[in-house]
T-cell receptor
Framework: AQSVTQLDSQVPVFEEAPVELRCNYS??????LFWYVQYPNQGLQLLLK??????LVKGINGFEAEFNKSQTSFHLRKPSVHISDTAEYFC????????????FGTGTKLQVIP | KAGVTQTPRYLIKTRGQQVTLSCSPI?????VSWYQQTPGQGLQFLFE???????NKGNFPGRFSGRQFSNSRSEMNVSTLELGDSALYLC?????????????FGPGTRLTVL
């Protein structure tokens, strides 16, 4: 069975500061990893995904994530956050359990402080 | 292309009633997945439909059911509503060809059970 752990439920950060949102996964087989963002009263939007190849994945809005197989981690980073990045971020994993059976983490609320 | 649409956006029901939620996927997408999002449990996978067939199922009671029509539109039904069914119900569509597909989420239907 697959699982995802997001270690921080809330992360406050000042505007223009860097941020890292942590994600660890557990799976017995190879995985595909995703980061989604959810703005208030909206659905989820894909930020980036790791399927294979380079372990550094670049996504939209200046976000990037690094896949670390030995540490089973897929942390999300941004070098300089903006007020508009205030949202909830979800890490997700998909393995061979099913075509679209995606398991989500519990989410991390990023609050950017002006 | 138009995005994923969900109707209605908000719904208030009382215990014991039943409810039907609708999801229209992006044109050309054949897979529709449903998720329940609550503050306590996070995002939980309900089921996935592909070409009118349920392909994957999460761990929810039989009160939760769904179907998909030939045009890929999907409906989700919850019978005998309980207070704990209050949640944001999200649907996501994708091409449905494999685990690497990107899921595109709708804005959700906010269900409140009184």
């Amino acid at each position: 069975a697959q699982s995802v752990t997001q270690l921080d439920s809330q992360v406050p950060v000042f505007e223009e500061a860097p941020v890292e949102l942590r994600c660890n996964y557990s799976s017995s087989v190879s995985v595909y990893l995703f980061w989604y963002v959810q703005y208030p009263n909206q659905g989820l939007q894909l930020l980036l995904k790791y399927l294979s190849g380079s372990t550094l994945v670049k996504g939209i809005n200046g976000f990037e994530a690094e896949f670390n197989k030995s540490q089973t981690s897929f942390h999300l980073r941004k070098p300089s956050v903006h007020i508009s990045d205030t949202a909830e971020y979800f890490c997700a994993v998909s393995d061979s359990g099913g075509y679209q059976k995606v398991t989500f983490g519990t989410g991390t609320k990023l609050q950017v402080i002006p | 292309k138009a995005g994923v649409t969900q109707t209605p956006r908000y719904l208030i029901k009382t215990r014991g009633q039943q409810v039907t939620l609708s999801c229209s996927p992006i044109s050309g997408h054949r897979s529709v997945s449903w998720y329940q999002q609550t503050p306590g449990q996070g995002l939980q996978f309900l089921f996935e439909y592909f070409s009118e067939t349920q392909r994957n199922k999460g761990n929810f009671p039989g009160r939760f059911s769904g179907r998909q029509f030939s045009n890929s539109r999907s409906e989700m039904n919850v019978s005998t509503l309980e207070l704990g069914d209050s949640a944001l119900y999200l649907c996501a569509s994708s091409l449905g060809t494999g685990r690497t597909d990107t899921q595109y989420f709708g804005p959700g239907t906010r269900l409140t059970v009184l």
